[in-house]
Each structure stands twice: as C-alpha cells, then as structure tokens.
C-alpha cells in the first residue's frame, strides 16, 4: 500500500474507535469538601488542598444540590 493510503486508513480507524469513546465521558463529578480547621463546606470537583476532607457522596452540579446517580 502507499504510505499515503496507509495514514489515511489509520485516521479513519482511530476516529472510528476514539470518537464514540469521546461521546460518552461524563464531566466530573462534584463533591462537598470541609475544612478540617474550620469546619467551613465547600462544592468543588477537586481537593481545595491540605487540610480539607471529602464527604460522602458525588453531585452532578456546582451547588451540590443534585445527587449523581450512578
């Protein structure tokens, strides 16, 4: 085959397999976060660092009103 052809066939295979793959990822899930010095509770997808501890359950939203559902 040409090496031309051969790219050609590699592009299609990987935006066949890749792209679907794509399409379904979730965004992250957000979770209640206290500190452990203050007590203060937080929503946010990430540790906000040192001194923090995640609490029990995952959200769909920013607000952490909504339960993700698994």
Same mark, same amino acid.
């Not at 052809?5 to 890749?18: D, E, G, Q, Y």
């Not at 501890?53 to 607000?63: F, G, H, N, V």
């Given at each position: ?7 050609? +066939?590699? %592009? ?7 792209? &679907? ?9 957000? #979770?209640?976060?206290?500190?452990? +010095?203050? %007590? ?7 540790? &906000? ?9 995952? #959200? ?11």
């Amino acid at each position: 085959m040409h090496r031309r052809r051969k790219m050609w +066939l590699l %592009a299609t295979l990987l935006t066949v397999t890749l792209v &679907p793959a794509a399409m379904r990822a979730e965004p992250a899930a957000w #979770y209640k976060w206290r500190s452990k +010095l203050t %007590a203060h509770v937080v929503c946010s997808q990430n540790s &906000p660092g040192e001194g923090w501890e995640q609490l029990s359950t995952a #959200y769909r939203d920013a607000r952490c009103e909504k339960p993700k559902k698994d």
